[in-house]
């Protein structure tokens, strides 16, 4: 029930198309789901984050969209570009309980010109 | 404002050895987290530290451990390694006892057990 299940496990996208990556949790008191861009050689780092209180967050090319009753949460990339290409992490956690971020395995996201 | 870093960068260790990596968190911050990151598994969650004390440990037997030094920094060690510890090693931080979450992480410590 603590699982974050993430796909697809490695996408490659053309310059300037949508790159989706999907995740499904099981946990229903799960109610904070960030997204982290990982490039190679660094830490996670924070990319944007959404609470189920509302169905789509969207920050510059990156939305978050969340379906609750399918307990489904996506990252859509518009407008793909080459520096990009990165590992992208979902993860889940109860709200003021971060201490225990379950992460999804990883997508692995290549963008060629 | 100086992010979250780590020691040493690499580290290659036989089996049996014992192994000790390094965090130093974000100025101001009290939380530590450590996660595993091995290949094709995503990032697990071994511990978490706030305060100088151990809050939380995750799925990991008890030859992980650690701790958080007064001035926040942190210590993660492994004893007795084995080859599957192989891994990079992740630490992050953030402020506990605020609104904020995000924890910020920094560039992991690669483990080579040999």
């Known amino acids: 029930q603590q699982q974050v299940k993430q796909s697809p496990q490695s996408l490659i996208v053309q310059k300037g198309g949508i790159s989706i990556i999907n995740c499904a949790y099981e946990?229903?008191?799960?109610?904070?789901f960030p997204w982290y861009q990982q490039f190679p050689g660094k830490g996670p780092a924070l990319l944007i984050a959404i609470r189920p209180d509302v169905s789509e967050k969207k920050e510059g090319r990156f939305t978050i969209s969340f379906n609750k009753s399918a307990k489904q949460f996506s990252l859509h990339i518009m407008d793909s570009q080459p520096g990009d290409s990165a590992t992208y992490f979902c993860a889940a956690s109860k709200t003021y309980n971060t201490d225990k971020l379950i992460f999804g395995t990883g997508t692995r996201l290549q963008v060629f010109p | 404002e100086a992010g979250v870093t780590q020691s040493p960068t690499h580290l290659i260790k036989t089996r049996g050895q014992q192994a000790t990596l390094r965090c130093s968190p974000i100025s101001g911050h009290t939380s530590v987290y450590w996660y595993q990151q091995a290949l094709g598994l995503g990032l697990q969650f071994l511990l978490w530290?706030?305060?100088?004390?151990?809050?939380n440990r995750g799925n990991f037997p008890p030859r992980f451990s650690g701790r958080q030094f007064p001035n926040y920094s942190s210590e993660l060690n492994v004893n007795a390694l084995e080859l599957e510890d192989s891994a990079l090693y992740l630490c992050a931080s953030n402020t506990r006892g605020r609104t904020e979450e995000t924890q910020y992480f920094g560039p992991g410590t690669r483990l080579l057990v040999l």
């Open positions: 530290y706030d305060e100088g004390e151990e809050r």
């Open positions: 946990n229903t008191a799960f109610d904070y």
